[in-house]
Antibody
Framework: EVQLVESGGGLVQPGGSLRLSCAASGFSFSGFWMAWVRQAPGKGLEWVANIKEDGSQKYYVDSVRGRFTISRDNAKNSLYLQMNSLRVEDTAVYYC??????????WGQGTLVTVSS | QSALTQPASVSGSPGQSITISCTGTNRDVGGFNYVSWYQQHPGKAPKLMIYEVSNRPSGVSNRFSGSKSGNTASLTISGLQAEDEADYYCTSYTNSGIHWVFGGGTKLTVL
């Protein structure tokens, strides 16, 4: 059974940093592109970033480029999102998802990030 | 403002069919066959329902179908059931620099 478990969310002040993790199991993690998708409270889904199977290609939505860094450790079956210079508008549930073959196929349950003073 | 336009809400009675539209441009929906649809129940993670415009993942009911005409993709749900009540999102690859765009979501109410 495919499982994706996010962790690392919490309350942080504007300008602060957080590192999200996503632990993967039940599939060949190193064979999949992976992505982070977020959902602000009461709002729709927004693609944040994705990363190629070997980590050699990374893409970001404009609003986080230069502040967020996606990375992965295939030996640990883990995906990460380093979030710096956080803004109030980054408040959201952050989901990790597999992203191969042009679809977000498997999703975690999400971790809530709240940016507030 | 979302890059893809969906109706905010649709409704239907059990057993009926409904269609949710997803309108983009020739740089996303109209230019690529990489439209997918997701169902999200309150407090839950999204679930993939349709990929590459019209393909259903294993385990998804054949009551769900997808199509595309020009810059508009559509999700049709036939034989509506109470458990279909949820939010539905479309997404598409885009060559406009963002790479992946979502619609604003459609709340489906089963009357």
């Amino acid at each position: 059974e495919v499982q994706l478990v996010e962790s690392g969310g919490g309350l942080v002040q504007p300008g602060g940093s957080l590192r999200l993790s996503c632990a993967a199991s039940g599939f060949s993690f190193s064979g999949f592109w992976m992505a982070w998708v977020r959902q602000a409270p009461g709002k729709g889904l927004e693609w944040v970033a994705n990363i190629k199977e070997d980590g050699s290609q990374k893409y970001y939505v404009d609003s986080v480029r230069g502040r967020f860094t996606i990375s992965r450790d295939n030996a640990k079956n883990s995906l990460y999102l380093q979030m710096n210079s956080l803004r109030v508008e980054d408040t959201a549930v952050y989901y990790c998802a597999t992203h191969s073959e042009y679809k977000f196929e498997y999703w975690g349950q999400g971790t809530l990030v709240t940016v507030s003073s | 403002q979302s890059a893809l336009t969906q109706p905010a809400s649709v409704s239907g009675s059990p057993g009926q069919s409904i269609t949710i539209s997803c309108t983009g441009t020739n740089r996303d929906v109209g230019g690529f066959n990489y439209v997918s649809w997701y169902q999200q129940h309150p407090g839950k993670a999204p679930k993939l329902m349709i990929y590459e415009v019209s393909n259903r993942p294993s385990g998804v009911s054949n009551r769900f179908s997808g199509s595309k005409s020009g810059n508009t993709a559509s999700l049709t749900i036939s034989g509506l059931q109470a458990e279909d009540e949820a939010d539905y999102y479309c997404t598409s690859y885009t060559n406009s620099g963002i790479h992946w765009v979502f619609g604003g979501g459609t709340k489906l109410t089963v009357l």
